[in-house]
């Protein structure tokens, strides 16, 4: 099937106009963040527009300017503190009207699972997490 390549901003407006109608969205997203649990050109993401967001989910945000689908890792009253799992330092902050979705499944291949909290990753020691990470993305590049 060929793809169609458009610009992040014209497609993340259609995204958020589908989610803000409480319809539900496929897409597949890029970058290796989200590492181990998401591959880019693998995995697809099902987002959906919820009441409230908590801590564990993978959510979809727009915050300093550009799109972020990462993990929710803490809330401090109105800020939402996020971090890709595949990111051993650095995080984002956001409010709750800057969260567009959070997703409900992932699909890979032939088979959709809904994600877990990530209590387990999250709970390594940063040493561990950072050894299995250098190993994952030397085996990644080799797929």
Not at 63 to 90: A, C, F, P
Not at 103 to 123: A, D, H, Y
Not at 125 to 130: E, K, L, M, S
Request: net charge positive.
């Amino acid at each position: 099937m060929p793809r169609l390549v458009i610009p992040t901003e014209t497609f993340m407006e259609e995204v958020r106009s589908l989610l803000s109608q409480g319809k539900e969205v496929s897409f597949t997203p890029k970058g290796y963040s989200m590492l181990p649990l998401l591959r880019t050109d693998r995995d697809s993401v099902i987002l959906k527009k919820l009441p409230g967001a908590e801590v564990g989910d993978i959510i979809l945000v727009r915050t300093e300017g550009r799109y972020v689908l990462h993990r929710l890792i803490s809330m401090e009253g109105d800020k939402l503190v996020l971090q890709g799992d595949g990111n051993l330092q650095g995080t984002e902050t956001c409010g709750p009207d800057d969260v567009l979705g959070t997703v409900i499944r992932i699909k890979r291949g032939r088979l959709g699972f809904k994600p877990g909290n990530g209590r387990f990753w999250r709970g390594l020691p940063y040493i561990v997490r950072r050894v299995i990470l250098a190993i994952y993305r030397r085996l990644y590049k080799t797929l």
